[in-house]
């Protein structure tokens, strides 16, 4: 689609908006003069669409009252963009727990656009094809997702229902900080009342969830992300590590992610603080970094830095004339 075409109908979604826009402010909107807002408006009109002028210094368009717009108009860009988004949403396991949701919403898409670009779509989807895998994952209900992300919004406390790993089921108030999607699951991370401290819960564990009228604030240093990661982290893993990194805070947010641990400033360079499953592994981490570090916890991890250096150097060696 042509860029004067896909800004008319730009234009005609402000329009949609309601009420009356002024020529300066369309102009402005769209990154055209005032001139090019009134074509567009012309053509609008030989198109079919009812555009009211309003003469005078403060004047505009508006759509008449009670003109119904069809229910969907994209740019190639945008259908391209919204089919693409369902379907690595779908991949990706964003999608809810009606499984057909991502299927239904692709085909009420594909129905709405002309033939031939929804023919052009069809063609992108069944043939594209990718390099990582169907994710698994524990969908969360839609009711669930909406109602807590309103109450994260409105910053309203919710009581919910949530069923344990191991089956059991209680009832919880969550001021709910933020919801955070991660490896395949939807996590909600905020400060649990029964328990006094903050606590994050997964999704497709929580059911009936009710918005009260108790108001909180998040505090002002607290990540998400980081809670949800580390949360997941200090279940799973059962060796905690501290190295000094021999680089920059900067450089160290660069090459590491998040899910590794967190980062903090120390004198001789970068604090990380970590939990680890196999210390062998995280010895590996390390040495593929490339910077020089400091094991300050555990006296294991070092062992196991002085074993990988052995091995290392034992394959070095390897094949060489022990005389030269």
Do not use: C, N
């Not at 555009?51 to 009252?65: I, T």
């Not at 594909?110 to 063609?123: D, K, M, Q, T």
């Not at 196999?278 to 981490?285: C, E, K, S």
């Amino acid at each position: 689609m042509t860029r004067p075409t896909a800004r008319v109908l730009a234009m005609l979604e402000l329009l949609q908006a309601g009420g009356q826009r002024t020529v300066g402010e369309l102009a402005s909107r769209l990154g055209v003069d005032e001139r090019t807002v009134r074509r567009y408006a012309e053509h609008l009109a030989d198109l079919g669409v009812p555009v009211e002028a309003q003469r005078g210094r403060y004047g505009g368009y508006r759509l008449l009252p009670g003109y119904k717009l069809p229910p969907l108009m994209l740019t190639d860009d945008e259908a391209v963009a919204v089919a693409l988004g369902l379907s690595a949403a779908d991949r990706a396991g964003l999608a809810t727990t009606d499984p057909a949701a991502t299927a239904s919403a692709l085909a009420k898409v594909s129905r709405v656009l002309p033939r031939a670009l929804g023919e052009r779509l069809e063609s992108l989807l069944s043939t594209a094809q990718y390099t990582t895998p169907v994710r698994p994952t524990a969908p969360a209900g839609a009711d669930t997702l909406l109602d807590l992300a309103s109450a994260a919004r409105a910053r309203r406390t919710v009581a919910f229902t949530y069923t344990a790993w191991d089956g059991r089921e209680s009832r919880r108030e969550l001021d709910v900080y933020g919801l955070v999607f991660h490896s395949g699951r939807w996590y909600a991370s905020g400060y649990d009342h029964g328990r006094d401290a903050v606590r994050t819960f997964r999704l497709d564990r929580i059911a009936s969830v009710d918005q009260g009228d108790r108001s909180y604030e998040v505090p002002a240093d607290f990540d998400a992300r980081t809670q949800v990661v580390s949360g997941i982290a200090a279940v799973r893993w059962s060796h905690e590590v501290s190295v000094v990194l021999r680089t920059s805070l900067e450089e160290a947010g660069e090459r590491l992610p998040q899910s590794v641990g967190r980062l903090s400033e120390h004198a001789d360079g970068v604090l990380l603080e970590t939990r680890a499953e196999q210390l062998d592994g995280m010895a590996r981490m390390l040495a593929g970094l490339g910077w020089d570090f400091e094991v300050l916890a555990p006296h294991a991890l070092r062992d196991e830095v002085v074993s990988l250096s052995d091995r290392l150097r034992a394959s070095a060696l390897r094949g060489t004339d022990p005389r030269r």
